[in-house]
């Protein structure tokens, strides 16, 4: 290989040492900077540090000045730089920029990369017959390809990977050891020769060669079958998502009778997105978060000429869509040519399996046939989730590409933390320093595989970033899985309630870069509307507006509470709080089911009635009022339901808002109950106009908070706020009475957002 010629336009010769943090690792950055060197005459060589790139440039002084922009201003796409040292060294008369060896610290400033989609340059080659990786499933470069899901352990180099059985071809070696190639170091570089292969199996049946193997998934999947597909970060169920028997038996197979499905479309027309349109209106937010690196489900609108199945989501009007984001995707939805049920191949609130043996073994009932690959999967990794709402995505869900998430604290924490999150929607969050990396979804902790996961991925974490937890951070109930498993490490261990965190969750996201939290800074006013969640005073909260700032919040108003007949039952049935409204505000409900009668008398003694404020357990109310559903199959479904059927605006229900005790306020909610019996208005405009009206209960509540205590921010954090209605109504209220509003873009709302509420809650409290 030809050395460009150096410029020898100056005698005087610099030299400076470069520090750069950030998204550097697996992204091509250090090739980028040796052709960069290169190209500007200048010598010297750059070395990767377990986390930190270094660079070390020689040179007259205008050209290393320009080159030290360019780093990082010029930095490939999937990077994210950041100089965090710049200083002036003794020039060694080193003539030839160079790529060092990786070399390990202890200091860790890792940034461990996520798992990226497809880039145009590979699948432009997936596509070419006559290159030698045409239409090989496992194509990737510096700028694409899985990281994540198959690191075992920094730095990220090739023997660290689950690639380090894969040895190179003498042709794929040439262009890993090129330093001006796009492979150069692209650690998952492989090719038909010497790379992973597909294997179709089903029954006794085997299909070893790749092609052959995807032939077959493809008829399998034309004919109507179910076929667990190996992806990235584990399996995918998949079915045709315009055959209304595969889909109905699948959902019969996997016991899943209306939780939504997800789909793949094909990457079609210019864009990519013109199968997509067909399928799902799309507005310009919507169509670059289906195109963006990270290629989430996106929650998007069916179109009326829509052909998915409708039982895809049944009794919904979004679907959850994404495009094919690995090669082996790019080639299955071309061959079928149409959408895809992807679901996540995994028991009812499990993590998504990754294993060949045990998916084989654990799905044999679901699936008929299997299409298995030889790479083995480090960890789990399930696809991420976005709505988007009030005109920006907003993650349900962390997985695939956009996790570990890490964010930058307001103050540096005394000692490493491990914050463990709830028992639903899990996440864990790991904090040192002034960093905070947040998990991809774990799940609901109420399997034993999901636990096994749970604590997988909490030792995970800190093996790969180098930290050591020396706090362990937990929900204040002590009968979640994930606050009895804190308690048994033999660490000190914070417990912190379940609003606290949710409150804290969007005060730390969008807190002032200046200060630290808790001194001095403006109070936030912070709605936590969700599901139940152990209050401070014993009963099960939800409907909370929380005055203060993380660490010093205190409870300025809630929703009526109402005593749930059969206590967690509630969740699932929704009647069941349908018949506690009505019998707080003494109404009757026609259509009671047989339950209703022996129950009451159970309800008026206070038995397994635990007293609750949630706005999540009125969402259901309303939903089993108005017919829509008796039992859930899926925790939300009432509310989605509910928010569904809703069309044209409608005028909100006037609710009192009065103080029941000294600084505590309560809005009542009962000329609701009424309102939804209402059988002489339409179901849709009451649908609507129960919206509106707890839209207004956040006015109302905001409004009073300005009132007594001069708030100006507010912050809508809880799993309610995944619905887009009253979230987009809220925000647009508070904004029109001169609020900063605000609703989290970084970290869900839901209880996926409580692992890094606890790191931020903790945070603010006065140190031991």
Same mark, same amino acid.
């Given at each position: 290989m030809r050395e460009p010629p150096r410029q020898n336009d100056s005698s005087r010769t610099a030299a400076r040492r470069l520090r750069v943090d950030g998204r550097v690792q697996g992204v091509g950055f250090r090739p980028f900077v040796y052709r960069l060197a290169h190209s500007m005459g200048l010598g010297g060589w750059v070395q990767n540090q377990l986390g930190e790139v270094e660079v070390w440039v020689e040179g007259p002084p205008e050209r290393i000045a320009a080159f030290?922009?360019?780093? $990082?201003?010029?930095?490939?796409?999937?990077?994210?730089?950041?100089?965090?040292?710049?200083?002036?060294?003794?020039?060694?008369?080193?003539?030839? &920029?160079?790529? *060092?060896?990786?070399?390990?610290?202890?200091?860790? !400033? $890792?940034?461990? +990369?996520?798992?990226? &989609?497809? %880039?145009?340059? %590979?699948?432009?080659?997936?596509?070419? +017959?006559?290159?030698?990786?045409? *239409?090989?499933? &496992? $194509?990737? %470069?510096?700028?694409?390809? +899985?990281?994540?899901?198959?690191?075992?352990?920094? @730095?990220?180099? *090739? @023997?660290?990977?689950?690639?380090?059985? &894969?040895?190179?071809?003498? !042709? %794929?070696r040439a262009e890993y050891d090129n330093p001006l190639d796009r492979r150069f170091h692209a650690q998952p570089l492989a090719c038909p020769d010497c790379g992973p292969q597909l294997e179709f199996v089903a029954g006794t049946h085997r299909i070893g060669r790749t092609d052959r193997a995807l032939s077959a998934c493809t008829e399998a999947l034309r004919a109507g079958g179910i076929v667990a597909v190996k992806g990235i970060g584990g399996y995918h169920l998949m079915c045709d998502a315009r055959n209304d028997a595969a889909v109905l038996q699948l959902r019969q197979r996997k016991h899943r009778p209306a939780k939504p499905l997800a789909v793949m479309i094909p990457r079609t027309g210019t864009d990519g997105l013109a199968a997509m349109r067909t399928e799902v209106a799309l507005d310009e937010t919507t169509a670059e978060a289906l195109l963006d690196p990270v290629r989430p489900i996106v929650l998007a609108r069916r179109r009326p000429a829509c052909t998915l199945s409708p039982h895809i989501a049944p009794g919904l009007e979004e679907v959850g869509v994404m495009l094919p984001y690995s090669p082996l995707h790019q080639l299955l939805l071309g061959e079928f040519g149409g959408p895809l049920v992807a679901t996540s191949a995994n028991l009812s609130g499990e993590p998504v399996l990754t294993d060949n043996e045990e998916v084989t073994q654990r799905l044999s009932h679901v699936a008929e046939s299997f299409l298995h690959h030889n790479r083995p999967i480090e960890r789990p990794a399930d696809d991420p989730v976005l709505r988007v709402i009030a005109g920006r995505p907003r993650p349900l869900r962390l997985g695939r590409g956009n996790a570990p998430r890490e964010l930058t604290l307001p103050a540096a924490v005394d000692v490493p933390l491990l914050a463990v999150g709830g028992h639903m929607k899990n996440t864990v969050a790991l904090a040192w320093d002034r960093r905070v990396v947040i998990s991809p979804h774990v799940g609901d902790l109420e399997a034993p595989r999901s636990i096994a996961v749970f604590e997988a991925v909490a030792a995970d974490l800190q093996a790969l970033y180098g930290v050591r937890a020396e706090r362990l951070v937990c929900d204040a109930h002590r009968g979640y899985a994930s606050s009895r498993w804190a308690r048994r490490q033999g660490l000190p261990v914070t417990p912190v309630f379940h609003h606290r965190a949710h409150a804290s969750a969007i005060a730390g996201e969008f807190a002032d870069a200046q200060g630290e939290p808790g001194q001095d800074e403006e109070p936030w006013l912070v709605f936590t509307w969700d599901g139940v969640g152990l209050g401070e005073d014993g009963t099960l909260w939800g409907g909370e507006a929380l005055l203060g700032q993380p660490g010093q919040w205190q409870r300025l108003a809630r929703l009526r509470p109402m005593f749930l007949p059969g206590g967690e039952k509630t969740g699932r049935e929704p009647w069941r709080s349908a018949l506690a409204a009505c019998w707080e505000t003494g109404l009757t409900w026609p259509e009671a089911p047989p339950e209703a009668g022996p129950l009451h008398g159970i309800w008026q003694r206070r038995l397994n009635c635990p007293q609750s404020s949630a706005a999540g357990r009125l969402f259901d109310a309303a939903a089993a009022l108005l017919g829509l559903i008796e039992r859930a199959s899926f925790e939300g479904q009432g509310p989605m339901l509910l928010e569904a059927i809703c069309r044209a605006a409608a005028e909100p229900v006037a609710l009192p808002l009065h103080e029941v005790e000294d600084g505590l306020w309560e809005t009542d909610w009962s000329p609701l109950i009424a309102m939804l019996l209402d059988r002489a208005r339409p179901r849709r405009e009451r649908a609507a106009a129960f919206h509106a009206s707890l839209a207004q209960v956040l006015r109302d509540q905001a409004r009073l908070a300005r009132e007594r205590h001069g708030v100006q921010r507010i912050g809508l954090s809880g799993g309610v706020f995944q619905n887009r209605l009253l979230s987009e109504t809220a925000l647009a209220g508070l904004r029109e009475d001169g609020f900063d509003a605000y609703l989290g873009v970084e970290v869900p709302s839901n209880d996926a957002g409580l692992s890094y509420g606890q790191v931020i809650e903790v945070l603010a409290l006065p140190k031991d």
């Open positions: 030290t922009r360019a780093v $990082i201003d010029q930095a490939p796409p999937l990077a994210r730089p950041n100089l965090v040292a710049s200083e002036t060294v003794t020039p060694t008369a080193d003539g030839e &920029f160079t790529i *060092r060896s990786s070399r390990a610290q202890t200091a860790a !400033a $890792i940034h461990v +990369p996520p798992d990226y &989609f497809a %880039c145009d340059d %590979c699948l432009r080659e997936l596509e070419d +017959p006559a290159d030698r990786r045409y *239409r090989y499933p &496992f $194509i990737n %470069c510096t700028q694409c390809g +899985p990281r994540y899901t198959l690191i075992c352990r920094l @730095p990220y180099d *090739r @023997p660290n990977t689950t690639m380090a059985a &894969f040895e190179l071809c003498p !042709a %794929c």
